[in-house]
Structures are given as structure tokens and as C-alpha cells.
């Protein structure tokens, strides 16, 4: 039996179709020999199905590579068990206990690296996650061990040094002394890393066929595509030999430009279309890139407005092909209403900072992503979002102008972009999103 060594913050699909399976693929090449304790928080229910399944799931990876189908489905067997840590909060401390554990990583969302005023030392657990990281770092310096590389896989700028900064905050308030944070400084490698894999989750569409495929009842079932990068600031290749695995890892002194272009051309491919996709009716990425318009009109926003923000170069432009392959991949069934959850945050993230850019450097606002956000915001006027009550509350209620100049909302007064969003917006208010559609679209003379 292996010894644990990671552990894991998260259960999500991501972390099960990405770091989970590399770690597979390191120990059935006999390249590490570590399994992985995953931590759940969330009061979700995966944590029951991990131990149920003793850890075991399997893994589909569909999609064209070199012009072919490839459709791979394998075990992956890397978890040991899992905790639920609310109420095994001395079991989760305990983990810091054991001399083997080498590794920590984390996806908590975007929303998981958060300081939050109101946690104590004497919270068990305290309620955020760098707070739980902060404890369980603690109990590892008390017990004299070595510390840990972390690599947190959440998707925001500077992933590990605001988790860090985060944790040395908490230990300050906490009084746990200058020689833990020596310690924490010396002892622990908080990596950067940005993370790609379009991970579509459970196939319930079809899940008979997978369970007969496979010969058994798999709650843990996971889709994704066979394009993966984990980009990661350092260099653990020794005892991580991830590319020895045939993993697609990058160890490297920056990934800054590896997330910018992810973000900006990936990320904010989705954002900019789902929402105005939705609003017609469509359900998926993949009926997107069918859809006339749609596809069109995210065309345009890839190859007209984003890629000349990021400056044009030939990394940007052949990641932008890659990406509309990755889209139009047939075998994967991504539903808009997933990327939906949370719009605001990445609209902030993944398009404003193009916008910005765009004008900065053209002198003029890009009306394809300007369309975006009217579908946005029509979208959470007319639907049911999932997102921060006071977002959708603002949205729900107030005017046009009043929603763009909330900077509690947006972070900045966003009124500038009144008269370009304001026709798309009234048109999609009135049900007539097909009819914004053609207005850009007949608008920007041709693109269909
Ligand atoms: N699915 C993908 O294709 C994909 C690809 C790259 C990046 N991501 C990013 O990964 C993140 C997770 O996505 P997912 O697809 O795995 O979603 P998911 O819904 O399957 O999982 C989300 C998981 O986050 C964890 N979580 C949320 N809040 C937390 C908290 N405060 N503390 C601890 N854990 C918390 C929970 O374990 C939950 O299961 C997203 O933010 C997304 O941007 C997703
Ligand atoms: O996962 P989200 O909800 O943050 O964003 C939706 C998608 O853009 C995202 O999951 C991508 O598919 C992924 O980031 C690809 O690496």
C-alpha cells in the first residue's frame, strides 16, 4: 500500500480529471509512490462517494487529436480516502502529523483564497480555507516536520502569493510567533501555477453506456478532454517527474504569460458567449460553435478584440486556433449553464481587462465583448443567475446606467460603456436577442 503524501483541498472535476490523474499516471510508472488524502468543506456529498469507492473513479478523455477521435477511459487510483472536515477536524490536523506528506494543492474556486475577519485559532475548522491551510501548517511546525510544496490550482492572479500572504496574515493576527513564519518562509514552496483542462464532469446524458462500458456504477465518473497543461512556477521535476509521465507539465520562473493567455482567450471565449447563447435557447459549447451567429459573433470577439489586445503575437494566435478546436470537440457536452455560475466575477476577470486594453490601445471600445456584457446583464435580469445576492440583486433592480457605474459591483465606474451596451441590452430585455444578434453581427459588415 502506498503512503498518503498529498493532500488535497477540493473534490471538484477539475482537480479529479487533472492533478488526480497525473498523480496516477507518476505511480503506475513507478515514479512516486504517494497517494492522495482529499479534504472536503463545502458539506457536498463527494467525500462520501470517494470513500465509498475506496478512491477508485474512472476518467474519460474524448476528443480529436491529429484529426482523429481518441476516446480513453481510464482508472484513476491515486486517492487514498477523503475527509469531511467539519466533522473530522482532528483527523484533518492530524494529517500535518505524518512525516511521508510532501505536497499540498488546492481548488477552492475563485472564491476560496479569501481572508475572512471573523476566523479564529480556536475555530474548528475556522470557515476559510487559508485559514484551514493556516492551522494545519501550524500543527506541522509544532510536531518539527519539514514543510510542504503547495500549489494551488484556483484561477486568480497570483494564485499561491496571495494564498501565502493570506496564511502569514492569519498566523500574525493568531499570535503564532516570528519563528512560524521563519518557518513558514523557509520551510514551505508556495508555487504559482495556472491550470487548463476543459473538465465536463459527470456524463449523465450518458451514463449507461459508460456504466457498461466500464462494468460498474461509477458516482465519480468524469469527462475531459486529452488537452492538459499545469503550468508551474519551480522546478520539482525530481520528485514530482511529471514529464518524465508524459504529463504535460511546464516548470517554469513565470507563468504569467501562460495564464494571461488562457484566461483572456479561453476563459473569456466562454464568458463572452455563453450568456447571450443562453438567452437563444442554446445549451451547450458545442451547439454554440453549430450556431451560425453565435459562433460568429465569438469569432469575432477572439480574432477581432481579444487576440489584438494581447498584442497579436503567434503563441496568441495559435492558441486562439487551439481553442476553437477545443470548443468544437464533439465528443464533450459543456453546458452553458456551468460556465454560467458566477459571471460577474469572471466577466471582471476575463473580459473587462481586454475591454480596458482594447481601448487603450485602439482608441475605440470592442463592440463584440461591449455585446457581452448586455447579454450578461439581460441574462440576469430574465434568468434565474447563480452568483452573490448583492450582484444579482443590483442586476435584477436597477437601471442600466445605475448597474454600470456600481463599483461594488464592477470595481469601477463602467458608465463609459453605456451607449454601446444600452441596444443590446433593450433588445434582449424585450426577447428580441436574436434580433441584437443580427444587429452587431450586420453591424460589423460581414462576418457571417
Ligand atoms: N472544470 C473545468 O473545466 C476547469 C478547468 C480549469 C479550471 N477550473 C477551475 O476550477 C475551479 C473548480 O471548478 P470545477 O470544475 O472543479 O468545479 P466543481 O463544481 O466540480 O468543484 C468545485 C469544488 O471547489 C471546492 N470548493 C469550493 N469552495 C471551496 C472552499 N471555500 N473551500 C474549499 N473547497 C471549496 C469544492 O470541493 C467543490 O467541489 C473553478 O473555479 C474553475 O475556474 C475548472
Ligand atoms: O470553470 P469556470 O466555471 O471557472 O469557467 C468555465 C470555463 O471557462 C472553464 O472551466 C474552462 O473550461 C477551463 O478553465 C479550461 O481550462
Known sequence: MSRERIIQFGTGRLLRGFVDCFVDSLNRRGLYDGKIVVVQSTGGHTWKDINDQHGKYHLVLRGIENGQPVEECRAVESISRALEINGQFDEFLQLAENPDMQVIVSNTTEVGIQYDAA?????????????????????????????????????????????????????????YGQDFLNWLEQENKFCNTLVDRICTGFPKEEEARWQEKIGEKDKLLNVAEPFHLWAIEGDYEALLPFCTAGCNVVWTTDITPYKKRKVRILNGGHTSMVLGASLLGLENVLECMRHEQVHALFRHCIWEEIVPA???GTEEESFARAVEDRFSNPYLCHHLSDIAVNSVSKFKVRILPTILEYREQFGALPDGLCFSLAALLAYYRLKEPKDKPEYIRTLKEKALREILSDQAVWGRDLSFLMEKVSP???RMLAGRTEEAYQMILKDKGGIL
Do not use: H, M
Open 310 to 312: 494581447l498584442g497579436g
Open 119 to 175: 476566523d479564529r485559532a480556536t475555530d474548528a475548522p475556522p470557515s476559510s480555507f487559508p485559514a484551514k491551510l493556516c492551522r494545519l501548517l501550524y500543527r506541522r511546525y509544532e510536531c518539527g516536520l519539514p514543510g510542504f510544496l503547495i500549489f494551488p490550482c484556483e484561477l486568480i492572479d497570483s494564485n499561491a502569493q496571495v494564498l501565502k500572504g493570506i496564511v502569514c496574515r492569519y498566523a500574525e493576527e493568531w499570535g
Open 424 to 426: 443590446y441590452y433593450e
